[in-house]
Protein backbone atom coordinates (compact mmCIF):
# COMPACT_ATOMS: atom_id res chain seq x y z
CA UNK A 1 0.00 0.00 0.00
CA UNK A 2 1.26 3.49 -0.70
CA UNK A 3 0.96 6.18 1.87
CA UNK A 4 0.64 9.55 0.30
CA UNK A 5 0.12 12.29 2.55
CA UNK A 6 -0.27 15.43 0.25
CA UNK A 7 -3.06 16.31 -2.43
CA UNK A 8 -0.95 18.63 -5.14
CA UNK A 9 1.82 17.50 -7.50
CA UNK A 10 1.04 14.05 -7.37
CA UNK A 11 2.88 11.57 -9.92
CA UNK A 12 0.09 10.48 -12.58
CA UNK A 13 0.83 7.14 -11.37
CA UNK A 14 -0.88 7.84 -7.95
CA UNK A 15 -4.19 9.42 -9.80
CA UNK A 16 -7.02 7.34 -11.29
CA UNK A 17 -8.37 5.81 -7.97
CA UNK A 18 -11.53 4.40 -6.56
CA UNK A 19 -11.51 5.79 -3.23
CA UNK A 20 -13.78 5.51 -0.23
CA UNK A 21 -13.44 9.17 1.57
CA UNK A 22 -14.02 9.28 5.55
CA UNK A 23 -12.59 9.33 8.77
CA UNK A 24 -12.44 5.32 9.01
CA UNK A 25 -12.23 5.51 12.57
CA UNK A 26 -12.07 1.59 13.74
CA UNK A 27 -12.37 0.81 10.25
CA UNK A 28 -16.26 -0.68 11.15
CA UNK A 29 -18.19 -2.51 9.07
CA UNK A 30 -19.93 0.90 7.78
CA UNK A 31 -16.68 1.57 6.69
CA UNK A 32 -16.06 -1.84 5.55
CA UNK A 33 -19.02 -1.64 3.77
CA UNK A 34 -18.10 2.11 2.11
CA UNK A 35 -14.49 0.68 1.13
CA UNK A 36 -16.22 -2.32 -0.86
CA UNK A 37 -18.46 -0.05 -2.28
CA UNK A 38 -14.99 1.65 -3.93
CA UNK A 39 -13.81 -1.57 -5.42
CA UNK A 40 -13.74 -1.46 -9.08
CA UNK A 41 -12.06 -3.79 -11.58
CA UNK A 42 -10.51 -1.28 -13.76
CA UNK A 43 -9.01 1.41 -10.93
CA UNK A 44 -6.80 1.04 -8.24
CA UNK A 45 -8.39 1.38 -4.62
CA UNK A 46 -7.52 4.18 -2.25
CA UNK A 47 -8.89 5.79 0.87
CA UNK A 48 -9.18 9.31 1.31
CA UNK A 49 -9.08 10.36 4.93
CA UNK A 50 -7.59 13.29 7.60
CA UNK A 51 -4.76 13.10 9.94
CA UNK A 52 -5.24 14.47 12.64
CA UNK A 53 -8.81 13.76 12.90
CA UNK A 54 -10.92 16.93 12.43
CA UNK A 55 -12.28 16.49 15.67
CA UNK A 56 -9.06 16.90 17.50
CA UNK A 57 -7.96 20.50 15.79
CA UNK A 58 -11.59 22.02 16.03
CA UNK A 59 -11.62 20.48 20.05
CA UNK A 60 -8.06 19.96 21.24
CA UNK A 61 -8.65 19.78 24.82
CA UNK A 62 -11.75 17.16 24.54
CA UNK A 63 -11.41 13.95 26.10
CA UNK A 64 -9.97 11.28 24.15
CA UNK A 65 -12.19 9.48 21.43
CA UNK A 66 -10.02 8.03 18.55
CA UNK A 67 -10.80 4.10 18.48
CA UNK A 68 -7.94 3.60 16.67
CA UNK A 69 -4.33 5.70 15.88
CA UNK A 70 -3.13 6.64 12.29
CA UNK A 71 -0.91 3.23 12.41
CA UNK A 72 -3.64 1.03 13.62
CA UNK A 73 -6.10 2.43 10.81
CA UNK A 74 -3.16 2.05 8.07
CA UNK A 75 -2.30 -1.38 9.05
CA UNK A 76 -6.00 -2.25 9.18
CA UNK A 77 -6.80 -1.02 5.64
CA UNK A 78 -3.65 -2.38 4.14
CA UNK A 79 -5.30 -5.84 4.92
CA UNK A 80 -8.17 -4.96 3.02
CA UNK A 81 -6.05 -4.69 -0.29
CA UNK A 82 -6.00 -0.96 0.00
CA UNK A 83 -3.55 0.31 -2.59
CA UNK A 84 -3.36 3.82 -2.55
CA UNK A 85 -3.74 5.98 1.40
CA UNK A 86 -4.56 9.39 1.14
CA UNK A 87 -3.68 10.76 4.25
CA UNK A 88 -4.11 14.47 3.55
CA UNK A 89 -2.85 16.77 6.92
CA UNK A 90 -6.04 17.86 8.31
CA UNK A 91 -5.28 21.86 8.51
CA UNK A 92 -7.74 25.03 9.16
CA UNK A 93 -6.46 25.97 5.73
CA UNK A 94 -7.67 22.63 4.32
CA UNK A 95 -10.92 23.14 6.91
CA UNK A 96 -11.47 26.37 5.32
CA UNK A 97 -12.49 25.22 1.76
CA UNK A 98 -15.84 25.33 0.68
CA UNK A 99 -17.32 21.88 -0.15
CA UNK A 100 -17.08 23.23 -4.55
CA UNK A 101 -13.44 24.11 -3.64
CA UNK A 102 -12.47 20.89 -1.81
CA UNK A 103 -14.18 18.55 -4.65
CA UNK A 104 -12.61 20.90 -7.49
CA UNK A 105 -8.80 21.31 -6.15
CA UNK A 106 -8.11 18.26 -3.90
CA UNK A 107 -10.25 15.57 -5.14
CA UNK A 108 -10.49 16.30 -8.93
CA UNK A 109 -7.02 18.01 -9.47
CA UNK A 110 -5.09 17.26 -6.79
CA UNK A 111 -5.94 13.44 -6.73
CA UNK A 112 -7.10 12.93 -9.82
CA UNK A 113 -9.58 10.34 -8.75
CA UNK A 114 -12.30 8.37 -10.76
CA UNK A 115 -14.77 7.54 -8.60
CA UNK A 116 -15.12 8.17 -4.54
CA UNK A 117 -17.91 6.56 -2.32
CA UNK A 118 -19.09 7.98 0.62
CA UNK A 119 -21.27 7.09 3.27
CA UNK A 120 -25.17 8.41 3.51
CA UNK A 121 -24.38 10.81 6.83
CA UNK A 122 -20.82 12.57 5.29
CA UNK A 123 -20.54 15.84 5.22
CA UNK A 124 -17.32 18.08 4.08
CA UNK A 125 -16.38 21.51 3.45
CA UNK A 126 -16.44 24.14 5.26
CA UNK A 127 -18.88 24.74 8.65
CA UNK A 128 -19.76 20.94 6.81
CA UNK A 129 -22.06 22.72 3.93
CA UNK A 130 -21.00 19.60 1.99
CA UNK A 131 -23.29 16.96 2.12
CA UNK A 132 -22.89 13.46 -0.02
CA UNK A 133 -25.55 14.67 -2.41
CA UNK A 134 -23.53 18.01 -3.33
CA UNK A 135 -20.93 16.01 -3.48
CA UNK A 136 -22.76 14.15 -6.29
CA UNK A 137 -23.28 17.08 -7.94
CA UNK A 138 -19.38 18.37 -7.75
CA UNK A 139 -18.43 15.28 -9.51
CA UNK A 140 -20.61 15.87 -12.22
CA UNK A 141 -18.89 19.24 -13.07
CA UNK A 142 -15.80 17.84 -12.31
CA UNK A 143 -15.48 14.74 -13.75
CA UNK A 144 -15.30 11.83 -11.24
CA UNK A 145 -18.55 9.68 -10.28
CA UNK A 146 -20.08 9.36 -6.48
CA UNK A 147 -21.60 6.40 -5.27
CA UNK A 148 -23.78 6.76 -2.06
CA UNK A 149 -23.34 4.06 0.51
CA UNK A 150 -26.27 3.74 3.01
CA UNK A 151 -25.42 3.13 6.60
CA UNK A 152 -24.88 -0.31 8.01
CA UNK A 153 -27.25 -1.45 10.33
CA UNK A 154 -26.58 -4.11 13.28
CA UNK A 155 -29.19 -5.59 16.18
CA UNK A 156 -29.56 -1.83 17.32
CA UNK A 157 -29.13 0.58 15.20
CA UNK A 158 -26.65 1.75 12.73
CA UNK A 159 -23.43 0.92 13.05
CA UNK A 160 -21.36 3.86 14.55
CA UNK A 161 -17.79 4.34 16.10
CA UNK A 162 -19.63 5.94 18.96
CA UNK A 163 -21.93 2.74 19.63
CA UNK A 164 -18.05 0.79 19.39
CA UNK A 165 -16.56 3.26 22.17
CA UNK A 166 -19.87 2.48 24.87
CA UNK A 167 -19.48 -1.39 24.01
CA UNK A 168 -15.34 -0.86 24.87
CA UNK A 169 -16.09 1.18 27.84
CA UNK A 170 -17.82 -1.76 29.20
CA UNK A 171 -15.69 -3.76 28.23
CA UNK A 172 -18.13 -6.10 25.88
CA UNK A 173 -15.27 -6.81 23.22
CA UNK A 174 -17.16 -9.27 21.74
CA UNK A 175 -19.87 -6.95 20.86
CA UNK A 176 -17.23 -4.44 19.78
CA UNK A 177 -16.27 -7.17 17.17
CA UNK A 178 -19.42 -7.66 16.08
CA UNK A 179 -19.55 -3.97 15.13
CA UNK A 180 -15.96 -3.64 13.82
CA UNK A 181 -15.80 -7.04 11.64
CA UNK A 182 -13.00 -7.60 13.36
CA UNK A 183 -11.11 -7.71 17.37
CA UNK A 184 -10.82 -4.01 18.28
CA UNK A 185 -6.67 -3.60 18.30
CA UNK A 186 -4.24 -1.21 20.16
CA UNK A 187 -0.66 -0.59 17.64
CA UNK A 188 1.97 0.84 18.60
CA UNK A 189 5.61 0.46 19.27
CA UNK A 190 6.91 -1.10 22.21
CA UNK A 191 8.70 1.06 25.09
CA UNK A 192 10.87 0.61 27.84
CA UNK A 193 8.63 0.33 31.56
CA UNK A 194 9.64 -0.13 35.12
CA UNK A 195 10.86 -3.84 34.25
CA UNK A 196 8.82 -5.51 37.07
CA UNK A 197 7.06 -7.71 34.96
CA UNK A 198 10.56 -9.76 34.20
CA UNK A 199 11.23 -9.80 37.69
CA UNK A 200 7.66 -11.25 38.66
CA UNK A 201 8.52 -14.01 35.85
CA UNK A 202 5.91 -11.91 32.98
CA UNK A 203 8.09 -9.68 31.40
CA UNK A 204 5.98 -7.40 29.38
CA UNK A 205 5.81 -5.19 26.17
CA UNK A 206 4.75 -1.84 27.15
CA UNK A 207 2.61 0.24 24.76
CA UNK A 208 1.70 4.12 24.90
CA UNK A 209 -2.32 4.65 24.80
CA UNK A 210 -2.54 8.17 24.98
CA UNK A 211 -4.78 9.99 22.40
CA UNK A 212 -7.14 6.81 22.47
CA UNK A 213 -10.51 6.26 23.91
CA UNK A 214 -9.40 3.81 26.30
CA UNK A 215 -11.58 0.37 26.60
CA UNK A 216 -12.50 -0.65 30.42
CA UNK A 217 -9.48 -0.70 32.38
CA UNK A 218 -8.37 -4.07 33.47
CA UNK A 219 -6.57 -7.55 32.59
CA UNK A 220 -7.83 -9.11 28.27
CA UNK A 221 -7.08 -12.03 26.69
CA UNK A 222 -5.33 -10.84 23.44
CA UNK A 223 -4.02 -12.13 20.09
CA UNK A 224 -0.74 -10.60 19.10
CA UNK A 225 0.56 -9.54 15.64
CA UNK A 226 4.44 -8.78 15.62
CA UNK A 227 4.98 -6.36 12.65
CA UNK A 228 7.99 -5.76 12.72
CA UNK A 229 11.81 -7.44 13.61
CA UNK A 230 13.34 -10.71 13.72
CA UNK A 231 9.77 -12.02 16.06
CA UNK A 232 7.21 -11.26 13.50
CA UNK A 233 4.43 -13.12 14.14
CA UNK A 234 1.14 -14.22 15.79
CA UNK A 235 1.13 -15.06 19.54
CA UNK A 236 -1.44 -15.33 21.95
CA UNK A 237 -1.04 -13.79 25.37
CA UNK A 238 -2.66 -11.27 28.10
CA UNK A 239 -2.77 -7.62 28.23
CA UNK A 240 -3.40 -5.06 31.44
CA UNK A 241 -4.66 -2.12 30.61
CA UNK A 242 -4.38 0.03 33.91
CA UNK A 243 -3.31 2.81 36.38
CA UNK A 244 -1.42 -0.56 38.53
CA UNK A 245 -2.78 0.44 41.53
CA UNK A 246 -0.31 -1.93 43.06
CA UNK A 247 2.72 0.06 42.14
CA UNK A 248 0.45 3.42 42.86
CA UNK A 249 0.53 4.98 39.85
CA UNK A 250 -2.30 6.68 38.36
CA UNK A 251 -1.03 7.15 34.64
CA UNK A 252 -3.29 4.40 31.79
CA UNK A 253 -0.82 2.05 30.41
CA UNK A 254 -1.08 -0.82 28.36
CA UNK A 255 1.56 -4.29 29.19
CA UNK A 256 1.07 -7.23 27.11
CA UNK A 257 2.64 -10.58 28.03
CA UNK A 258 3.36 -12.95 25.23
CA UNK A 259 2.94 -16.86 26.32
CA UNK A 260 5.86 -18.64 25.25
CA UNK A 261 7.54 -16.05 24.02
CA UNK A 262 11.76 -15.22 24.85
CA UNK A 263 12.92 -12.09 22.82
CA UNK A 264 13.82 -8.68 22.69
CA UNK A 265 10.40 -6.61 21.44
CA UNK A 266 11.92 -3.10 22.12
CA UNK A 267 11.97 -0.25 19.41
CA UNK A 268 9.24 -3.17 17.55
CA UNK A 269 5.64 -2.19 16.62
CA UNK A 270 3.10 -4.82 17.28
CA UNK A 271 -0.65 -5.09 17.05
CA UNK A 272 -2.91 -6.40 20.11
CA UNK A 273 -6.49 -7.62 19.40
CA UNK A 274 -8.13 -7.28 22.60
CA UNK A 275 -10.64 -10.89 22.38
CA UNK A 276 -12.11 -11.51 25.64
CA UNK A 277 -12.24 -8.92 29.02
CA UNK A 278 -11.09 -11.09 32.13
CA UNK A 279 -11.45 -8.90 35.08
CA UNK A 280 -10.82 -5.78 36.63
CA UNK A 281 -7.63 -4.07 38.02
CA UNK A 282 -7.41 -5.12 41.41
CA UNK A 283 -4.38 -4.32 44.44
CA UNK A 284 -3.22 -7.24 46.12
CA UNK A 285 -2.05 -8.04 49.30
CA UNK A 286 1.92 -8.86 48.64
CA UNK A 287 3.77 -9.83 45.03
CA UNK A 288 3.05 -13.19 45.98
CA UNK A 289 -0.93 -12.75 45.73
CA UNK A 290 0.01 -10.77 42.25
CA UNK A 291 1.49 -13.61 40.89
CA UNK A 292 -0.71 -16.25 41.38
CA UNK A 293 -3.66 -13.65 40.01
CA UNK A 294 -0.99 -13.63 37.23
CA UNK A 295 -0.71 -17.33 36.86
CA UNK A 296 -4.62 -17.33 36.65
CA UNK A 297 -5.02 -15.37 34.52
CA UNK A 298 -2.81 -16.78 31.96
CA UNK A 299 -4.86 -20.37 32.36
CA UNK A 300 -8.00 -18.50 31.61
CA UNK A 301 -6.33 -16.45 28.93
CA UNK A 302 -4.54 -19.60 27.27
CA UNK A 303 -8.21 -21.88 27.42
CA UNK A 304 -10.14 -18.81 25.62
CA UNK A 305 -7.75 -18.77 23.03
CA UNK A 306 -7.42 -22.06 22.30
CA UNK A 307 -11.36 -22.10 21.48
CA UNK A 308 -11.61 -19.01 19.52
Known amino acids: MKHITTWSGLDAALKGASVAMGNFDGVHRGHQAVIDAARRPDMPLGIVTFEPHPRQVFAPDAPPFRLMNAEARSNRLAKLGVAFLYELPFTRALA ?37 Q ?4 DGERFGFEVTIQPLVGGDEGAISSTAIRAALGDGRVRDAADMLGHYHRIDGEVLHGEKRGRALGYPTANMAVEGLHLPKLGVYAVKVEVLSGDHRGFYDGVASLGVRPMFGENTPNFEVHLFDFAGDLYGQHLSVALVEYLRSEAKFDGLDALIAQMDADSEQARAILING
Do not use: Q
Not at 103 to 128: M, N, P, Q, S, T
Open 96 to 132: SLTPEDFARYVLAEGLGIRHVVVGADFCFGKGRAGTA
Open 134 to 137: TLRE
